[in-house]
């Protein structure tokens, strides 16, 4: 009998074919809905493989449920979906797909930036709704993002890749992260700052780090108070990091002038988040890694993280 993999969501057919010649391949039928969680439970009791996304719940009950499971490979970079006390517990190695996406993700977090300081979005919106009435002295003004100040936090290789590009902008950039990233500051002349003096100091501040027990409402209202009134605020890490009711009054009250969050605390973000009501918000869909060249390198990782550890290999990108 051939090992048996259960795949949460309907992927490309490139994807796949690699693994339908060596393994019993289960997939979910839809891509953009989740599996029904009984039918996962169902599916995990006889897979010896799991692959998933980071919308997936992968908790303790998953494991249980696993009695063959041996991995879970998670197509993305962050884990924070995996209880990985109990991945421990149950001996099941747990994988991720770092590296390829760094890129892509400082792609989209320049993008997001940029959307947002120059209202992008609503400014395209009046064309489509018939508002275009004239062109205007001061409607859809933003903030300049040549030679402003970047302060990033989280400065792992997404954080990196999204200081490259601001350099290509002229900005001053700042970051605090755990450790020091000596190198990079005397290469690129990025500058270390601790958290409460990079909030008051930026222009632009981007959020990269990963989302932990130590990260859980990093921003909130003490800190968004410390941020200029004239400060964007982007979010392409994980939604909880962000207190979004602080951030909601912070973007109300004019303390702050705008964010642009690609996640949410809750995603899909539900239609009646007050967030949404603003005007002075960007909103996207958690689409960081969302090109198709680092999505299909995404599954490729997770592909042969599966074969590997299912052919007796140890595989690459074990997160514990
Ligand atoms: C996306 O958020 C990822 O963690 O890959």
Do not use: C
């Not at 300049?144 to 954080?159: E, F, K």
Request: proline share 4%; no cysteine; glycine share 6%.
């Amino acid at each position: 009998m051939k090992p048996r993999i259960y795949i949460t969501r309907k992927l490309d057919e490139r994807a796949v074919a690699p693994l339908l010649e060596k393994f019993d391949v289960r997939m979910w039928d839809s891509e953009s809905v989740s599996v029904p969680r009984d039918i996962l439970i169902k599916e995990v009791a006889e897979a010896d493989a799991l692959w998933t996304v980071l919308a997936d719940s992968v908790n303790r009950e998953v494991f249980e449920a696993g009695t063959k499971l041996k991995i879970v490979a998670n197509m993305a970079v962050g884990y924070n979906n995996v209880d990985l006390e109990a991945a421990m517990e149950y001996g099941v190695i747990v994988t991720n797909t770092p590296g390829v996406l760094n890129e892509t993700t400082a792609d989209l977090a320049f993008a997001l930036l940029l959307a947002t300081a120059r209202q992008l979005i609503s400014a395209e919106d009046a064309i489509r709704s018939g508002n275009w009435t004239s062109w205007a002295p001061m409607r859809f003004t933003g903030m300049d993002v040549g030679g402003a100040t970047i302060g990033i936090i989280g400065m792992g290789r997404i954080g990196e890749a999204v200081a490259r590009r601001a350099k290509g902008f002229d900005m001053r950039v700042l970051y605090h992260n755990r450790n020091r990233k000596t190198e990079a500051e005397v290469e690129h002349g990025f500058e270390f700052m601790e958290l409460e003096a990079l909030l008051k100091e930026a222009d632009f501040v981007v959020i990269l780090t990963p989302y932990t027990p130590e990260t859980v409402g990093m921003i909130g209202a003490r800190e968004l108070k410390l941020m200029k009134n004239t400060a964007v605020l982007i979010n392409v890490a994980r939604g909880g990091i962000v207190d979004e009711s602080a951030l909601y009054d912070a973007l109300k009250d004019g303390e702050i002038w705008a964010a642009g969050l690609d996640v949410f605390e809750t995603e899909p973000v539900p239609l009646d988040n007050l967030l949404l009501t603003l005007p002075n918000v960007t909103v996207l869909p958690h689409i960081g890694s969302a090109s198709i060249k680092t999505r299909l390198a995404m599954m490729n990782l997770n592909a042969q993280a599966i074969t590997d550890l299912l052919e007796g290999r140890d595989p690459e990108n074990q997160v514990f």
